[in-house]
């Protein structure tokens, strides 16, 4: 059983401060990492993906892969309230493939 | 442009009732999920469509019916749910298959309440 686990949370940070959430993963031939946000009673929304190990900067938000560690981190920075939500960590599996296994999520409360 | 369309936004129906959910997307995807949410969950694959033909079927129960009229419009037909099937459906589009895997990006989603 391929897993993907994350800190349920919730993770409290006060506004303006980094956010870090985690994410480790059990098959480590997986090769393709996403993090979606999702509101509550909404859908999640594709926020970043990375597929090399390293950072990957796209505005607030950094991705950072460790493959031999198996974990990916989600770091968001200058957190504002609207920041607030539930974010899914999906791993894709080794060699392409569909079926993206997703973590459980960790909510994030932004706090003024 | 990475909107994927869904209708309807909710539906209620009595568990003898047909209806069907419908998704749309023209980014040219080839790859077209449908997936059930359940309060506090992870999304829960259901279906997918590779390049209109069904890659995938995660064990669903045949009162779920998928169809995939054509490389843009993926529909979910439902016939005598259950009240546990209660749940958000969403619907998903990708690049088709390759060496890695493609991100997918997910509709607004329709709120099912099945009486």
């Known amino acids: 059983q391929k897993e993907v686990e994350q800190n349920s949370g919730p993770l409290s940070v006060p506004e303006g401060a980094i956010a870090s959430l985690n994410c480790t993963y059990s098959?480590?031939?997986?090769?393709?990492f996403f993090w979606y946000r999702q509101y509550s009673g909404k859908s999640p929304e594709l926020i970043m993906f990375?597929?090399?190990?390293g950072d990957k900067e796209d505005g607030r938000f950094t991705a950072q892969l460790n493959k031999a560690s198996q974990y990916v981190s989600l770091l968001i920075r200058d957190s504002q309230p609207s920041d607030s939500a539930t974010y899914l960590c999906?791993?894709?599996?080794?060699?392409?493939?569909?079926?993206?296994?997703f973590g459980t999520g960790t909510q994030l409360k932004v706090e003024l | 442009d990475t909107e994927v369309t869904q209708t309807p936004k909710h539906l209620v129906m009595g568990m003898t009732n047909k209806k069907s959910l419908k998704c749309e997307q023209h980014?040219?995807?080839?790859?077209m999920y449908w997936y059930k949410q359940k309060a506090k969950k992870p999304p829960e694959l259901m279906f997918v469509?590779?390049?209109?033909?069904?890659?995938i079927n995660e064990s669903v129960p045949s009162r779920f019916s998928p169809e995939c009229p054509n490389s843009s419009l993926l529909n979910l037909h439902l016939h005598a749910l259950q009240p546990e099937d209660s749940a958000l459906y969403l619907c998903?589009?990708?690049?088709?298959?390759?060496?890695?895997?493609?991100?997918?990006?997910f509709g607004p989603g329709t709120r099912l309440t099945v009486t």
């Open positions: 998903a589009s990708s690049q088709g298959l390759a060496v890695r895997s493609y991100e997918q990006y």
């Open positions: 098959d480590r031939g997986s090769q393709s």
């Open positions: 990375i597929y090399s190990n």
């Open positions: 999906a791993v894709a599996p080794p060699g392409g493939g569909n079926k993206l296994t």
């Open positions: 980014m040219g995807h080839r790859a």
């Open positions: 469509y590779s390049y209109e033909k069904l890659s």
